[in-house]
């Protein structure tokens, strides 16, 4: 198995900008989780999918935060207008439903 | 929010001895999770703990549950340059699979 995959492992922006980010879970997990991680938060939970439908978003920072799942296999994560702060690296991973959770290697998003 | 706190933040030891991660929160979960995580890679999990008062261990790394299921702890023996890296604790709340991480334990073994 590929394991999670996430694209791109680098995006570099500018301020203003739409910054979308992909994640392709592993296949038969029906749990799909966007994290994001800074040195001064940590690893924080934005938002997570069961079987595609968006179950809590309660850690989607703001309304210029959104994600979709269109499908078992694909997930997105956009942030429309980007801002420095929104700098970090972003996470996916999938799950079973009460099994090991597996990450992706991260989006490195610097916004300048 | 359940939040859980991790120490030391940093520790810097020498090829061979022993240390200690603490995981501590005022709540109670359902279970406790630990995962190492190298630079440019996501966090891998290494254990999960979910009885009070728990123990395993995996080769030179034991874990701990606290018998309230508020706490846990990671002790490796004998640490090796292998070892360095970002531990993080997750407690998985009752309902779902909803992990909240701690801030984690950045650990640098020197040869």
């Known amino acids: 198995d590929a394991g999670v995959i996430q694209s791109p492992r680098h995006e570099v922006t500018e301020m203003g900008q739409e910054v979308t980010l992909r994640c392709k879970p592993i296949?038969?997990?029906?749990?799909l989780f966007w994290y994001r991680q800074t040195m001064m938060r940590g690893l924080e939970l934005l938002i997570y999918?069961?079987?595609?439908?968006?179950?809590?978003d309660s850690g989607m920072p703001e309304d210029r935060f959104s994600a979709k799942m269109p499908n078992a296999s694909f997930s997105t994560l956009k942030i429309q207008p980007s801002e420095p702060r929104d700098s970090a690296v972003y996470f996916c991973?999938?799950?079973?439903?009460?099994?090991?959770?597996?990450f992706g290697s991260g989006t490195q998003l610097s916004v300048l | 929010t359940q939040l859980l706190e991790q120490s030391p933040q940093f520790l810097s030891i020498q090829e061979g001895e022993n240390l200690t991660v603490y995981c501590n929160s005022s709540s109670v979960f359902s279970s406790l999770q630990w995962y190492r995580q190298e630079p440019g890679e996501g966090p891998v999990l290494l254990v999960t703990v979910v009885t009070g008062g728990e123990v395993k261990k995996l080769k030179r790394l034991t874990f701990q549950f606290g018998d309230a299921r508020k706490d846990s702890s990671l002790h490796i023996t004998a640490a090796q340059p292998g070892d360095t890296g970002l531990y993080l604790c997750a407690g998985e709340e009752a309902a779902g699979n909803k992990l909240t991480f701690g801030g984690g334990t950045r650990v640098l073994v020197k040869p």
């Open positions: 991973a999938s799950s079973r439903t009460n099994e090991k959770l597996f």
């Open positions: 999918f069961n079987n595609n439908v968006p179950i809590d």
């Open positions: 296949s038969g997990h029906d749990y």
